[in-house]
């Protein structure tokens, strides 16, 4: 399966990757963990990026496009993938496109969830992620929250709260989100391989996507 997943932060584009990953072997390619990763080993990569994701900007196009070409190429790609956070602008779709050409793979579907504003603010504001940037589990303080002592289920790291979760760093995120990524709803309901789903549990939405994956013939691919 070769999937794009699209929707807001906190819709919960992560955790559904990681399930599917879980379950099919396809990798979860995050440019979100790529680039929390190279902030945290303070690459010059990351030193750049951090400026604009403490803001809760997008990371410049340039800093990201070789990084998800080179990923792509990687022998577990040829499984499949599920792109997590990328692409999140219309010239980043194309340049995908571009990509998956030269590789010369095609999408099977590109899934949208659809979760509402209120919703996503209160997961935002209570999520948690380990801070070990080879695990990266997501926890919630209200539905999964981490170990005693704020240590990490999968690994024991300590879990913290990301630095662009602060109350600005959200409004920010979620304004950019409805002006630069949700026109890419669009965008692949033209090719013709858009899936919404509206579900709000995981179970849910692997449900719904499991479904469309199976109307798409791309469940076994
Ligand atoms: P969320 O979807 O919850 O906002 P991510 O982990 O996907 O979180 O992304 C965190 C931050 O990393 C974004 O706010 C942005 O600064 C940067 N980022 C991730 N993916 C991209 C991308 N495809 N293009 C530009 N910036 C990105």
Redesign the pocket.
């Known amino acids: 399966m070769r999937i794009v997943l699209l929707g807001a932060?906190?819709a919960g584009?992560?955790t559904v990757a990681r399930l599917l990953s879980s379950r099919s072997g396809a990798p979860q390619i995050?440019?979100?963990?790529i680039?929390?990763g190279a902030v945290e080993s303070g690459s010059p990569l990351g030193r750049k990026?951090a400026v604009?994701?403490d803001r809760?900007?997008?990371?410049p196009?340039d800093l990201?496009l070789g990084l998800v070409e080179e990923r792509l190429r990687g022998r577990d790609c040829e499984k499949g993938f599920l792109l997590?956070?990328?692409?999140?602008?219309i010239p980043?779709a194309e340049a995908l496109g571009g990509i998956l050409e030269r590789i010369g793979a095609g999408l099977d579907l590109a899934v949208n969830l659809e979760v509402h504003r209120q919703l996503l603010i209160q997961r935002?504001t209570t999520r948690r992620t380990c801070s070990n940037p080879d695990c990266q589990e997501i926890f919630n303080l209200i539905t999964k929250p981490p170990a005693g002592g704020g240590k990490c289920t999968e690994c024991g790291a300590p879990v913290v709260q990301r630095s662009?979760e602060t109350e600005s760093a959200i409004a920010t995120?979620l304004d950019?989100y409805l002006a630069k990524s949700a026109p890419l709803i669009g965008f692949y309901e033209e090719l013709g391989i858009l899936f919404t789903s509206r579900s709000v549990t995981k179970e849910d939405s692997l449900r719904d996507i499991t479904g469309a994956l199976e109307r798409a013939g791309g469940a076994s691919s």
Do not use: E, N, W
């Not at 809760?56 to 990371?59: A, E, K, T």
């Open positions: 932060p906190g584009k992560g995050s440019t979100g963990d680039l929390r990026a604009y994701m809760g900007d997008l990371v196009d990201i997590d956070g990328f692409p999140r602008t980043q935002l662009d995120r950019t």
